[in-house]
C-alpha cells in the first residue's frame, strides 16, 4: 500500500523506537500532522543510562532526554504524554485514548514497548520492591542507594548485573539470586557466564546461582528478606526484579493485527495491516542474517525499525539492515555484542579472560554469527561487517592475537 | 560556554552555543544539527557520529582513546582528522570549534 500520501501520522509510544521515528519521518521531509501518544510522564529519553550512569548519578536528567521541548514544537509535532492509547479501529483508521478522545491516521506506528515480567513470588508487591525500566522507576529506587543499604536483585541477566555493578560501587551490600546454573544463562555462554560472575564476587557481589526464590517477606508493608526455597533467609533494605520483559502487544492483538510473541511485522516493519507497523520491543521482525524471525530487546533493534517504519511510509528505499548489536557497561567492563549466538556449534576465545580484554565468537558452520567482546571494540567493529558477510572464518585464525583484528577481518572479507 | 559550527557536505552549516560537559555530538543532536545520528546515544558503541575536526582544534580536544580509534577503524572515509563527536567534550577551550560531518554515517 502506498502511503506516501498520508497526511495524518500517529505514533504510538514515546521511547526510542517512537522517537527515531519521529525523527525519520520530519527528516525524510514529511510535513504531515505528526502525533506522538506516550504513557509515561516524561518527554522521549534513553533508557540504558537507567542501569548504568544515570542510576550512579553521573549522568544528569537532562542529558537522557533524546530532544529538548523546544524541539518538538519545532517540528510542529503534537505531544501527548501520560495517555494510553486504549484501542485501534481498523476499519476507521482511529486510535482510541485512555480519557475518550480519539486520534485519526493514514498510517499508525505502534512502538510500544515492553514491561517487565512481575515476580510470581508473595510480596512481591512489598514497599521496597521495584521494576527497572522507566525513569519513574529510577526515582523510586535511587534515596535507597545508600552506603550499608542491603540489596536483593533477582534475576542476573544483563539488567540485574549492571544494577548490582551501579549498587556496588555505591557501597550497598549486594546479592544476586538467579535460578539458572549460572549468570546470563539466557543471553550468553558459559564462558561468559564463569567471566562475569568472576568479576562480581571479585567487588563483593553475593552472586547465588541456582537460587529459587520463594518469597519476599515483609514487616508492616515493607520489604525485610528474600527467602529462598531451601530456607536461606537474606535481610534486604531493597529487592531490583530483572526477570525479563515482556512485549506490549495486547493494543495490536485486540484490534485483529497478528502476533506471536510480538507484534508480526515484514522487513519494513509493517503488520498484518498494511496502514500500520510496529516498531522496537514489541515487534516480532524478520532477522535476515539468521534466516528466522524473533523479537529484539535492544537499541539498534529500536532505532533501525524506526527508520524502518518511517521509510516505508514516505516510499523511500528501505535502509540497512544492520547486524543485531548490544552493548552492557559493568564496572570498568565494556560488553559489545554483535549478532545473535543462539544455535553456535563452535566457540572460539580470542584473548584471555584473566587479562579483562578478550572475546568469544560464535561459528555455525564456520561461519561467523556472533561476538561477545569485553574492552575489545576492533573485535566488535570487525565482527559487525563480518557476520553480515556471511564470511567463513577459521577458528584457530580468530584465536591468534598475533594477528590484528583488522587484517583478520580484511582477509575473510577478500576471500 | 562554546560556539561550534558544524558544516555539512552540501556547503550549509549549523552553529550551536555548546554547554560545558556535554559532548559535542549531544550538542548536535539537541540543536537538530543533520549528519550525526548518534544510534547508540553517545556510548561510543556504533561511530554514527563521525566528524573531521578542524586542524587548528586538534590539540585541544583531548587524546583519542583506543575503544574510539577501534570505532574509526572501522568507520567509512576516515581522516586524519577524524574524531567521534561523543568522545569530545565541549569546554571554553573549544569556542570557536569547527566540525566537518561526512556524507554519510553508515
Keep these: 500500500m502506498d502511503l506516501s500520501g498520508a497526511t ?26 505528526l502525533t506522538l501518544v506516550g504513557d509515561e510522564a516524561a518527554l522521549p529519553y534513553q533508557r540504558p543510562p537507567l542501569s548504568k550512569a544515570y542510576m550512579k548519578g553521573e549522568f544528569t536528567e537532562e542529558r537522557l532526554y533524546f530532544r529538548p521541548e523546544s524541539w518538538y514544537q519545532d517540528q510542529n509535532i503534537d505531544v501527548i504524554l501520560s495517555t494510553r492509547a486504549t484501542a485501534i479501529d481498523r476499519a476507521n483508521c482511529k486510535v482510541t485514548l485512555a480519557h475518550g478522545g480519539q486520534l485519526d491516521y493514514d498510517a499508525l506506528i505502534i512502538a510500544t514497548g515492553s514491561r517487565p515480567r512481575t515476580l510470581p513470588a508473595k510480596g512481591a508487591d512489598l514497599k521496597g520492591v521495584h521494576d527497572l525500566r522507566d525513569l519513574s522507576d529510577v526515582e523510586r529506587i535511587r534515596p535507597n542507594m545508600i552506603s550499608g543499604n542491603r ?14 555493578a551501579v549498587a556496588r560501587q555505591m ?26 560472575e568472576h568479576e562480581h564476587r571479585a567487588q563483593g557481589v553475593h552472586i547465588l546461582t541456582g537460587a529459587r526464590l520463594d518469597h519476599l517477606d515483609g514487616a508492616d508493608g515493607q520489604l525485610a528478606a528474600a527467602v529462598l526455597a531451601d530456607g536461606t533467609r537474606i535481610e534486604a533494605d531493597i529487592a531490583l526484579v ?38 522496537g520491543d ?19 533493534n529500536a532505532i533501525e525499525q524506526g527508520k524502518l517504519a518511517a521509510a516505508a511510509i514516505l516510499g523511500k528505499p528501505r535502509p540497512t539492515e544492520d547486524c543485531p548489536w548490544f552493548w552492557s557497561d559493568q564496572y570498568d567492563l565494556k560488553l559489545q555484542i554483535a549478532g545473535l549466538s543462539q544455535d553456535y556449534d563452535e566457540l572460539v576465545v580470542r584473548g584471555d579472560p584473566a587479562d579483562r580484554k578478550f572475546a568469544v565468537f ?14 575489545s571494540p576492533a573485535e566488535f567493529v570487525a565482527s559487525k561487517k563480518l557476520i553480515m558477510s556471511g564470511a567463513k572464518l577459521a577458528p584457530d585464525a580468530l584465536s591468534d592475537t598475533s594477528t590484528p583484528m583488522k587484517d583478520i577481518a580484511a582477509a575473510a572479507l577478500a576471500a | 560556554m562554546a ?100 556524507e554519510s554515517q553508515h
Design chain 1, 282 to 300: 514489541c515487534a516480532s521482525r524478520p532477522l535476515v542474517h539468521y534466516g528466522r524471525s524473533g523479537r529484539l530487546e535492544s537499541v539498534h
Design chain 2, 3 to 102: 560556539k561550534i559550527t558544524y558544516k555539512h557536505h552540501d556547503g550549509t552549516e549549523d552553529v550551536v552555543e555548546a554547554t560545558n560537559g556535554e559532548s559535542v555530538m549531544e550538542a548536535a543532536v539537541k540543536n537538530s544539527v543533520a549528519g550525526i545520528d548518534a544510534d547508540c546515544g553517545g556510548a561510543c558503541a556504533c561511530a554514527t557520529c563521525h566528524v573531521y575536526v578542524d586542524e587548528a582544534f586538534m590539540d585541544k580536544i583531548g587524546e583519542q582513546q583506543e575503544m574510539e580509534r577501534s570505532m574509526l577503524d572501522f568507520a567509512e572515509n576516515v581522516q586524519p582528522n577524524s574524531r567521534l563527536s561523543c568522545q569530545i567534550t565541549v569546554s571554553d577551550a573549544l569556542d570557536g570549534l569547527v566540525v566537518t560531518t561526512p
Design chain 1, 171 to 196: 557501597g550497598l551490600d549486594v546479592t544476586v539470586l538467579e535460578m539458572a546454573p549460572r549468570v546470563l544463562a539466557r543471553v550468553t555462554s558459559p564462558v561468559m557466564s564463569e567471566f562475569f
Design chain 1, 242 to 279: 530483572g526477570i525479563g520483559i515482556l512485549p506490549n502487544e495486547e493494543l495490536a492483538k485486540d484490534a485483529g493485527i497478528a502476533c506471536n510473541n510480538g507484534i508480526l511485522v515484514d522487513r519494513d516493519a509493517r503488520t498484518s495491516d498494511p496502514r500500520i507497523f510496529a516498531a
Design chain 1, 8 to 33: 495524518r501520522i500517529v505514533i504510538i509510544g514515546g521511547g526510542q523506537a517512537g522517537a527515531q521515528a519521529l525523527q525519520s519521518l520530519r527528516q525524510g521531509g514529511y510535513a504531515g500532522a
Design chain 1, 362 to 375: 560464535y561459528l555455525r558452520a564456520g561461519t561467523l554469527i556472533a561476538v561477545d567482546a569485553i574492552n
Design chain 1, 151 to 164: 540489596m536483593v536483585i533477582v534475576g542476573a541477566g544483563y539488567i540485574g548485573l549492571e544494577a548490582a
